[in-house]
């Protein structure tokens, strides 16, 4: 499918976001007032057209917003020179405002297609903004009251209190010019810049009228060029496409021995190279991928999706190899979570101790059916997100915020495979002292702090009270 660039409104193309409307009450058919834009600050502002005969609009609440807005029902008045038009010339609330902001600082990243004739277009944004309801009448009510209050106050004060003023005369040099340069850096001066920049008003084209499919035409390319790019080989087009940089840390491969290390990023495999790979890689990548699989989810991928000729015998004789049978489901085995020399992204932890802290929640959920977060960190003394990551390679939280397996226990596979079931018994009986010795060194450690002080609060209630300073005068004689 050919691409092409079209540059013609990439200073002045704009996507409207509505976060307050869904996909059916939309403002296609909206009839729009009034339309003004801030060219410099990129906002936009359209007052939507209200219908005030609808038997949904209540007239007397739309009268009382207007009157509350102007102060006075401004119906068939003209404003006096010099002042604020009046928000809404009918005396009742007519149209709904719609400010922008910006939802997306750096929009280089997004662009606008348009396919057609077996072509794509593509138009550069210059801004994302998202339209929200602006509530500008409770402001002016608030404005207003305020100023016949402090009117009403000044009315009522007949006495005058002198009061004595000091007036300072700033001098206009240097410094205070590096000054006002200084405010129009911060932040309340770029707010004060674009609160500055007045309103233009603007021509709002509904679509499909004449105008609007005119500027719609100008998101097409008017020229065809060749692409180059297309006939380069696949490493210049990617080198073209993504250039050297040389300030960006290269990933490391992997070694040798297949043992990656501390930057790499685990590989991904899409079906074409799960063909190609022998069985037990297959094995080793789904269970990696998934997490947890029943026997069936294992027969049913590869023979729907890699070998529809696979042995189950053979499956079966190789997934000890690199899974562990857990109630009746095959988890991956810690190694294939985390290779070797690898860290974990949050603290840096190596695999070693992830995969001793993963051990042990394989083990404990062998021997019941959930576990705490605190209860793994105290045990395997990993940071939080470390532990986050080891329990969700195997477990999710439910609502009880308790950690339980990812799938249910497969009693069937249990029954028709006892050998299985209990071979795997065998390891954890071989490896339960080492895991029932953490959580003794985490008791152990408990009791040790809870007896320290208990042994100081007692310590210090048995110790004599200190000598009188001033000794009664009956004890002397």
């Known amino acids: 499918i050919p691409v092409f660039l079209s540059k013609n409104l990439q200073d002045s193309l704009y996507l409207f976001q509505y976060p307050t409307k869904t996909e059916l009450p939309n403002h296609d058919g909206a009839v729009v007032v009034n339309c003004c834009v801030k060219p410099f600050a990129q906002e936009v ?51 709904q405002a719609f400010v922008s ?19 794509v277009h593509l138009s550069p944004l210059t801004s994302i903004v998202q339209l929200r309801p602006a509530l500008s009448h409770f402001d002016k009510e608030d404005k207003r009251k305020k100023a ?9 004060d007949d006495d005058e209190v002198l009061q004595q003023v ?10 205070n010019s590096s000054g006002k ?19 233009c008003e603007a021509y709002w084209h509904a679509r499909g009228t004449p105008t609007a499919e005119l500027e719609r035409q100008k998101l097409f390319a008017t020229s065809h060029q060749g692409n180059q790019a ?116 949050a603290n840096g932890v190596p695999a070693e101790q992830m995969i001793r802290a993963r051990d042990y929640i394989l083990f404990r ?39 339980e397996l990812l799938l249910p226990p497969d009693k069937e596979f249990e029954q028709k495979h006892p050998e299985l079931v209990q071979r795997q018994e065998y390891h954890w009986l071989a490896s339960e002292q080492h895991y029932n010795e ?11 702090k809870r007896s320290t002080r208990k042994s100081e609060s007692q310590s210090t209630s048995m110790q004599p009270p200190p000598p009188a300073l001033n000794p009664p005068a009956a004890a002397e004689a």
């Open 45 to 95: 502002k359209v007052d939507f057209g209200l219908d005030i005969e609808s038997t949904h609009f209540d007239r007397f609440k739309g009268e009382q917003f207007a009157v509350a807005a102007d102060g006075k029902n401004t119906y068939g008045t003209a404003p006096p020179k010099g002042q604020e038009r009046p928000t809404y010339k009918r005396g009742i609330m007519d149209k």
């Open 230 to 345: 297309l006939s380069l080989g696949p490493s210049d087009y990617l080198r073209r496409l993504l250039p050297y940089d040389e300030h960006v840390q290269p990933v490391d491969t992997a070694t040798a021995d297949g043992a990656s290390t501390a930057a790499q990023v685990l590989p991904v495999y899409n079906k074409a190279m799960l063909r190609t790979m022998p069985l037990l890689d297959q094995l080793r990548v789904l269970l990696r991928d998934a997490r947890m699989l029943s026997f069936a989810d294992v027969i049913e991928i590869l023979t729907e999706h890699v070998d529809p000729h696979v042995s189950s015998e053979k499956v079966l004789a190789l997934l000890p190899h690199v899974g562990i049978l857990l109630h009746g489901n095959w988890v991956p085995r810690s190694e294939v979570v985390f290779p070797e020399r690898m860290l974990s992204h």
């Open 438 to 448: 953490m959580d003794w060194a985490r008791e152990t450690k408990r009791v040790r």
């Open 181 to 199: 340069e200084q405010r129009a850096g911060t932040y309340d001066g770029f707010v004060q810049r674009i609160a500055d920049e007045p309103w």
């Open 101 to 119: 902001s910006r939802s997306i600082t750096d929009v280089g990243k997004y662009i606008v297609g348009i396919y057609t004739d077996r072509e």
């Open 148 to 156: 016949e209050q402090k009117a009403q106050a000044e009315d009522t």
């Open 166 to 175: 000091t007036v300072k005369f700033a001098r206009g040099n240097a410094k």
């Open 365 to 403: 959920f062998s021997r019941t059916a959930g576990l705490f977060r605190a209860q793994v960190m105290a045990a395997t003394q990993l940071p939080p997100a470390e532990t986050l990551d080891v329990l969700r390679t195997v477990a999710r939280v439910n609502n009880a915020k308790r950690w």
